[in-house]
């Protein structure tokens, strides 16, 4: 096992374990910060490593920070006939919430543990607390927590449910009979129990799992949701519940009694489970419920004691009125009481889990060639596939709920089941662009009737269908996850671009759903206005052919584009971005029913783009305002940046048109990237770097560290180099040593930008900081281009500011970046997951890795009269002139 020794003052302790041992050589490990995440996209609970359960995100898009204290693992040891007694909740340190003095509340309870020789690891899905002889010397405590995380397996992966796995290790010289407690609040976070109508109700399952559901009445209409805490009853097992107990005694049992009858019996009246449901919770009243598990552990015995959380909310409500199922009802139905038969299948089957888990892990832990912090730091980031407030849905259309609809047509009371998408959607009643169309180079953007519009200029709006082919791969539902808890919009597709190989590499049908969404919105308009804050100009929500920079808040998939600081309609990052993601998922996955169904958008996609380059050059131009995912840093003309993604892009399009047998686009890509590389190239190559933009401003020979995105992409998708060898090399290297090394001698990341003088340019807030996902998608970029060492420095700067013992402290919750003086911005946020690029890069998938090594770039014809004609022919406009960008253009003042 390995492990790392932790100082006394306290941190946070990340290590890996390849076994299950207690470890006797640990210290300290408690601090306010930092927590293990259960994988649930029936939203999610995140549980502190001092054992609170906080961070709630049950209703989408909104998560409530504080730990209900309520919800505790105690523990219960009577030696020698009961003479020698000792209780405590496994929870160390004083809490906030706690009163000093003694009431009829938790606070009455025994909070013994001081964490001295307890410890905490994580390892995310699973997490370890080992309380070594605390609060009884002669008993060794570990509790390892299991999450059904597990690549490639969508149903088990969808469960919203965990399980708490006990090991009992008595080295005393006397038989120690143990209780372990869960208790648990009827509540879903914040001051939700407070609200009042909620109930309990005891349950006796199969095969010995017992325990309580609590049913919790939500506010705004939201759906009702189910817990279920239980322990599985063994031959050396019994289980006993107390259904319900209160905090003041007036109603119920006080958790006051309730911690006395354990301390003196040890268990609950059997009878418990014949009391059916509770009366239903006074609003201001905290309903909470008990199940102890009590066993006999023989001197230098050993015994386990399994329980288990579950939660059913079948129903997904999000604001503008759209209901789904979530995905985990296609394997237990609707039933808010199916979290019965989860918590049932979590016990029995957590054995498996583990052994998946470890079947996953266990190669890159055993890999010595890795470094000891990129293992664990690699596992751990995907917390935020958890965290980041995740909907998983069955796939099936929405109800809508008239109520809160403003577009609808019916009656306020009724909902209305959409039955089929293909038929009622208004958008789905224009012809979709067929492969034939395409290929003929019809024009994809003004062709078709448009939109009908209300006389206030709004159009109705209808559902976004999906595009799943009839003969594609099975459905795997609908998936959102948050930019961040900061930041609430569903899959930000520019930060997606960096967070999407997580995914790709463990849930690639989920990748390519998400990628299907966006094709289609790329295709779909929506021509409500909107006021962008940049400016003060307004325009249209959606434009046809520009892909959206959100798939929205309060009605995803419906109503797009959340974000409103500028309109994105006109940034330069976005298309070129979906073309790249969309290849790299064709070439990884080699799933041709999947690129002949996105291939209309890819086309519609790169014709977009054809409006931004206004000398016909092939290459685009950016508009002096931040017109990509850099949303505050200004770019003039050509960006190495915007630049470099569309090079990229062109050569992903022409090499897709290619192996989908479409010789028109192939070709018309191919002549478009030679032209455009050499304009590049002329115009950004300054000798060792490309410049930040052609511009004259006081930041354009900014050395960018996201300067070859797009040669990054390119490489990860096994397509040929952009550039030259010497010249990517040359500019990594020069991003290592200024942008990496020069700022705290590598020890925080890279940061976006720096001057070639080697000081950090302070042209704006984001070109001072370092941005955590860009540093590890540099690092990949390196790794692909044969610089492991500077790969690994680089990305261990994260490491040592986020997550080590000598950082920050953001464990768990890694912010979107931070300044040299440790400044932070926007915590528990997407772009992270950018370390799996890293993974991807050092293990390609077997299509790329096994791909015939020719450039299939050389093999697209290029006949002598289209290569005359690319020179000759203006390039051809395909947006209407009142969504081009005017020539007074936004000028950004950081």
């Known amino acids: 096992m390995s492990v790392r020794r932790l100082p006394m003052e306290g941190k946070l302790l990340l290590i890996h374990s390849q076994e299950r041992a207690v470890s006797h050589q640990l210290h300290r490990v408690y601090r306010s910060e930092g927590w293990v995440h259960y994988f649930c996209r029936s939203g999610s609970i995140s549980r502190g490593f001092r054992g609170e359960f906080k961070n709630w995100h049950i209703i989408p898009g909104l998560c409530e920070n504080s730990p209900v204290m309520e919800n505790q693992f105690s523990i219960f040891v009577s030696r020698d006939g009961g003479n020698k007694k000792c209780s405590s909740v496994l929870a160390p340190g004083h809490h906030d919430g706690l009163k000093k003095y003694s009431d009829s509340g938790i606070s009455s309870w025994d909070w013994n543990l001081s964490g001295q020789h307890s410890t905490y690891h994580a390892l995310f899905p699973r997490a370890w607390t080992v309380y070594d002889g605390e609060p009884d010397p002669d008993l060794k405590i570990s509790c390892r927590q299991i999450s059904p995380f597990i690549p490639h397996d969508y149903k088990e992966s969808s469960l919203p449910t965990s399980v708490f796995v006990y090991t009992l290790v008595n080295t005393g010289r006397d038989r120690a009979k143990v209780s372990l407690l869960m208790t648990w609040a009827n509540s879903i976070g914040g001051f939700s129990h407070h609200s009042g109508g909620h109930f309990n109700e005891p349950f006796i399952g199969e095969d010995g799992v017992s325990g309580v559901l609590l049913h919790h009445k939500t506010a705004k209409d939201n759906p009702p949701v189910t817990f279920a805490i239980a322990a599985c009853e063994t031959q050396n097992v019994n289980v006993t519940v107390l259904p319900v107990f209160g905090l003041s005694g007036e109603n119920h049992v006080s958790a006051k009694d309730m911690w006395d009858i354990m301390k003196k019996d040890g268990h609950f009246n059997l009878e418990n489970f014949n009391a059916g449901c509770s009366m239903p919770s006074s609003p201001g009243e905290t309903l909470c419920a008990a199940v102890t598990a009590s066993t006999w552990v023989e001197p230098h015995g050993r015994c386990t004691v399994a329980f288990a959380l579950s939660w059913s909310s079948p129903k997904v409500k999000f604001q503008k009125g759209c209901t789904y199922n979530r995905r985990y009802t296609e394997f237990y139905g609707t039933s808010e009481r199916s979290s019965i038969n989860l918590v049932h299948d979590a016990l029995t089957k957590y054995r498996l889990w583990e052994e998946e888990i470890e079947k996953w892990q266990n190669p890159i832990l055993r890999d010595e060639r890795l470094p000891e912090w990129y293992k664990f730091t690699l596992f751990n980031e995907l917390y935020f596939l958890v965290a980041g407030g995740t909907v998983w849905t069955d796939g099936q259309p929405p109800a809508i709920d008239e109520k809160t609809n403003p577009a609808s047509n019916q009656q306020k009371h009724s909902k209305k089941p959409i039955k089929d998408t293909k038929s009622e959607s208004v958008k789905d009643n224009l012809p979709r662009p067929t492969a034939e169309q395409v290929f003929n180079g019809d024009d994809l953007t003004n062709g078709g009737p448009q939109m009908p519009e209300q006389t206030n200029g709004l159009r109705v709006q209808e559902p976004v269908p999906c595009i799943h082919s009839k003969d594609g791969p099975e459905n795997v539902g609908k998936f959102l996850y948050l930019e961040g808890v900061e930041y609430i919009m569903w899959n930000t597709y520019d930060v997606h671009f960096y967070a999407s190989f997580a995914l790709l590499d463990l849930f690639p049908k989920i990748e390519l759903s998400i990628q299907r969404d966006f094709a289609d919105a790329v295709l779909y308009e929506d021509r409500r206005r909107v006021k962008f804050l940049a400016d003060g100009t307004s325009g249209i929500r959606k434009v046809k052919g520009a892909v959206p920079h959100d798939l929205g808040t309060h009605d995803p998939w419906h109503e797009m584009n959340a974000y409103n600081i500028h309109d994105t309609s006109k940034w330069k990052d976005l298309n070129p971005k979906f073309v790249l993601q969309v290849y790299r998922d064709f070439a990884a996955t080699g799933d041709m029913t999947f690129g002949r169904d996105v291939w209309p958008a890819v086309c519609a996609a790169m014709d977009y783009m054809d409006q931004f380059d206004r000398d016909g050059d092939g290459l685009i131009e950016n508009d002096g305002f931040p017109d990509q995912t850099y949303d505050a840093w200004t770019v003039h003309g050509i960006s190495a940046y915007c630049g470099c993604l569309w090079l990229a892009a062109l050569q992903a399009a022409a090499t897709m048109a290619h192996r989908l047998g479409d010789r028109p686009y192939a070709e018309k890509y191919k002549l478009k990237f030679i032209k455009a590389k050499a304009v590049y190239e002329a115009k950004l190559w300054n000798g060792s770097y490309f410049n930040y933009d052609s511009g004259t401003s006081s930041n354009s020979r900014s050395i960018q560290a996201d300067q070859l995105a797009g040669q990054w992409y390119a490489a990860s998708s096994g397509l040929p180099p952009i550039f030259d060898e010497h010249k990517i090399r040359s500019a990594l290297q020069k991003i290592f040593e200024f942008n990496v090394m020069k700022v705290k001698g590598g020890r925080m990341g890279a940061v976006n930008g720096m001057t070639p003088k080697g000081k950090v340019d302070e042209t704006c807030m984001q070109s001072r900081e370092i941005w955590t996902g860009v540093t ?119």
């Open 776 to 894: 590890y998608g540099v690092a990949a970029n390196m790794l692909l281009h044969g610089m492991e060492h500077q790969g690994f420095i680089t990305a261990e700067g994260i490491f040592l500011a986020g997550w080590s013992e000598e950082g920050y402290g953001y464990w768990f919750q890694t912010p979107e970046g931070w300044t040299t003086d440790g400044h932070y911005r926007s915590l528990i946020y997407m772009r992270p997951l950018a370390i799996w690029a890293m993974q991807w890069a050092l293990s390609p998938p077997k299509a790329i890795l096994e791909a015939p090594k020719v450039n299939l770039m050389d093999r697209i014809h290029v006949s002598p009269q289209a290569a005359r004609a690319i020179s000759e022919i203006s390039i051809r406009k395909i947006a209407p002139d009142n969504r081009c960008i005017s020539s007074s253009t936004f000028q950004c003042e950081c």
